[in-house]
């Protein structure tokens, strides 16, 4: 038998909580190494996935494997870390304290002061865990997560109640973290994060897999990029013969041309000699309209 190649594979993975249907058919696969963003607006099935993956929740329907095992093999092997949308810390430890009991209870855990370093938290080690902010807490559970060196690491809405500044100093501790060629799978519902901070975007919508790339292919998937000019009064008939014109919108007397590929666009208008283009803008599609429109789709 061949070993398996993939840290995380959903087959046709459903689950209801009574008649709610929380994931619908969900198959995929995640690669050892990558960094992958579970994208989708709230309710659409994120954490319900990832307590399936953690083995907290069975499957109605379908199977999850982790590098080859069950989620609860998976679990026990100590090949799994989490951050989990709630979770609290024990009030009367320190930082240091509180991640050197979590950290003992694995077979081979990282060491105290390289999570300390890992998190960020060297210079909180002394406080006690109930005199943290929320984004110095976000950054316990996170030492906690990875206290026992899982070879994959899933966060669920991790910078939730955190500042700008502690968002920036907890993806530089998720990115250290990953480099050493583990696995992390993050849920979030902020188009940003997703497109920052992953190698591989997977919306869902609806317990449903919505689009599955890098966050340049689904903008691209969903319809490129806009040219827009100042039409004036000139005829906007044709406009939307030119290549790669998807969608024409005047507005204003500015022209807004949709297109999937934006060079051939430009080339088009520049050839064109009854046209004068003024005021000339490109603007990629980002990934909130691709966001939408894939949701909104499904
Ligand atoms: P997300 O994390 O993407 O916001 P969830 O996985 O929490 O989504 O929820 C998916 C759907 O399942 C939602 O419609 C939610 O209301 C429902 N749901 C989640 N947990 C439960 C539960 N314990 N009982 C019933 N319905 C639930
Ligand atoms: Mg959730």
């Not at 709610?20 to 960094?35: K, M, R, W, Y």
């Not at 949308?85 to 930082?95: D, K, M, R, S, Y």
């Amino acid at each position: 038998m061949n070993a398996p190649t993939n840290a995380i594979v959903f087959d046709h993975v459903s689950k209801h909580y009574g008649d709610v249907l929380a994931v619908d058919d969900l198959s995929l696969a995640i690669e050892p190494g990558s960094t992958v963003a579970l994208l989708g607006p709230n309710g659409a099935g994120k954490s319900t996935s990832i307590n399936l993956l953690l083995g907290l929740l069975a499957p109605t329907k379908g199977t999850i494997e982790v590098h080859g095992h069950s989620p609860a093999e998976a679990v026990k092997a100590g090949e799994m870390g989490a951050m989990l949308q709630n979770g609290a810390l024990i009030p009367e430890l320190t930082v240091k304290e509180l991640i050197d009991l979590v950290r003992r209870l694995y077979p081979r855990p990282l060491a105290l002061d390289e999570l300390l370093k890992l998190a960020d938290l060297t210079d909180l080690a002394g406080r006690r865990a109930n005199k943290l902010s929320g984004g110095q807490t976000q950054r316990v559970r996170f030492a906690l997560a990875i206290a026992g060196a899982p070879r994959i690491l899933l966060l669920d809405e991790p910078t939730a109640a955190m500042d700008v500044e502690s968002r920036l100093r907890f993806w530089a501790s998720m990115h250290d973290y990953a480099a050493g060629g583990r696995t992390v799978l993050f849920a979030t519902h902020y188009l940003e994060e997703a497109d920052e901070h992953s190698d591989r975007v997977i919306v869902v919508a609806r317990g449903r897999l919505a689009a599955d790339g890098t966050a340049a292919q689904i903008k691209a998937d969903a319809g490129g990029h806009a040219v827009s000019f100042a039409l004036g009064d000139q005829p906007a008939a044709g406009l939307d013969l030119l290549p790669g014109v998807t969608v024409v919108e005047i507005l204003d007397g500015t022209a807004t041309l949709h297109t999937s590929d934006v060079d051939a666009t430009l080339a088009g208008l520049y050839r064109s000699t009854t046209l004068d283009v003024h005021r000339l803008k490109v603007s990629g599609a980002d990934l909130e309209a691709a966001f939408l429109q894939l949701t909104r789709e499904s």
